[in-house]
C-alpha cells in the first residue's frame, strides 16, 4: 500500500510563490511516476504536471508551463511542486497521485494512488 501526504499550501498575493511537497511512504517509490493535479471548486481535476520514475523526464499542462517545476527525491520519497508567478486562476485544492508504472501521463483515472489534497488560495 502507498501512501501520500500533501503539504505547503496556503494564501498567497498574486505573483508569489507556493512550494508543495507529497510524502510518500510504502516500498518502491522509485517504481512510480508522480504527477500533481488540481480541482477548483465546480470543476473537473484537471492535470497540472507529472514526472517519471527516474525524475529524466517531465510535462506540464500549458497553463503552468514556465512557471511551476516538478521535481523529485526518489532518496527521500519526496515530489515538489514549485509554484511561481501564482495568478487567481490557480486556486484550486491540488493533489499529488502516484501511478506503478515509469511514466504517469495528464489522464487521472491512471492514477493508483492520491493524497488528501491541499488548498491554494491566490488572492488578486
Known amino acids: 500500500q502507498v501512501q501520500l501526504v500533501e503539504s505547503g499550501g496556503g494564501l498567497v498575493q498574486a505573483g508569489g510563490s507556493l512550494r508543495l511537497s507529497c510524502a510518500v511512504s510504502?516500498?518502491?517509490?522509485?517504481?512510480?511516476?508522480m504527477g500533481w493535479f488540481r480541482q477548483a471548486p465546480g470543476k473537473e481535476r484537471e492535470f497540472v504536471a507529472t514526472?517519471?520514475?527516474?525524475?529524466?523526464?517531465?510535462a506540464y499542462a500549458d497553463s503552468v508551463k514556465g512557471r511551476f517545476t516538478i521535481s523529485r527525491d526518489n532518496a527521500k520519497n519526496m515530489v515538489y511542486l514549485q509554484m511561481n508567478s501564482l495568478n487567481a486562476e490557480d486556486t484550486a485544492v491540488y493533489y499529488c497521485?502516484?501511478?506503478?508504472?515509469?511514466?504517469?501521463?495528464?489522464?487521472?483515472?491512471?492514477?493508483?494512488?492520491w493524497g488528501q489534497g491541499t488548498q491554494v488560495t491566490v488572492s488578486s
Open positions: 497521485g502516484a501511478r506503478r508504472a515509469g511514466w504517469g501521463g495528464s489522464y487521472y483515472p491512471d492514477y493508483d494512488y
Open positions: 510504502g516500498r518502491s517509490f522509485s517504481n512510480y511516476a
Open positions: 514526472i517519471s520514475w527516474s525524475g529524466g523526464s517531465t
